[in-house]
Nanobody
Framework: QVQLVDSGGGLVQAGDSLRLSCAAS????????MGWFRQAPGKEREFVAA????????YYVDSVKGRFIISRDKFKNTAYLQMNSLNPEDADVYYC??????????????????WGQGTQVTVSS
């Protein structure tokens, strides 16, 4: 069983940066692909970024390429989303996700089995 706890959201101004964290419990976390999604009120949850179990493969939605960086620390059982050059369109609730599909490389079509509770990101213009 894997439990995910998101943190790091907050209120920032346009152009600022934030780093989200996703702390995972459970030994099998290190074998899972991880990702981040976001959701605005009344809208569907949207894929943002994913990273393979090894950290060697990453994939991003076009709207965040060049601005966001996904990473993971297997020793700390934590995944991160570094968000730079934030704009008001990035303001959403961000959710960490874990995909247990072997072999942990499913970054292009992440199918989460586990979700974090979400962390709010607000960007003022």
């Amino acid at each position: 069983q894997v439990q995910l706890v998101d943190s790091g959201g907050g209120l920032v101004q346009a152009g600022d940066s934030l780093r989200l964290s996703c702390a995972a419990s459970g030994r099998t976390f290190r074998n899972y692909a991880m990702g981040w999604f976001r959701q605005a009120p009344g809208k569907e949850r949207e894929f943002v970024a994913a990273i393979s179990w090894s950290g060697g493969l990453a994939y991003y939605v076009d709207s965040v390429k060049g601005r966001f960086i996904i990473s993971r620390d297997k020793f700390k059982n934590t995944a991160y989303l570094q968000m730079n050059s934030l704009n008001p369109e990035d303001a959403d609730v961000y959710y960490c996700a874990a995909d247990a599909t072997p072999p942990g490389t499913n970054v292009f079509k992440l199918a989460p089995n586990y979700w974090g509770q979400g962390t709010q990101v607000t960007v003022s213009s």
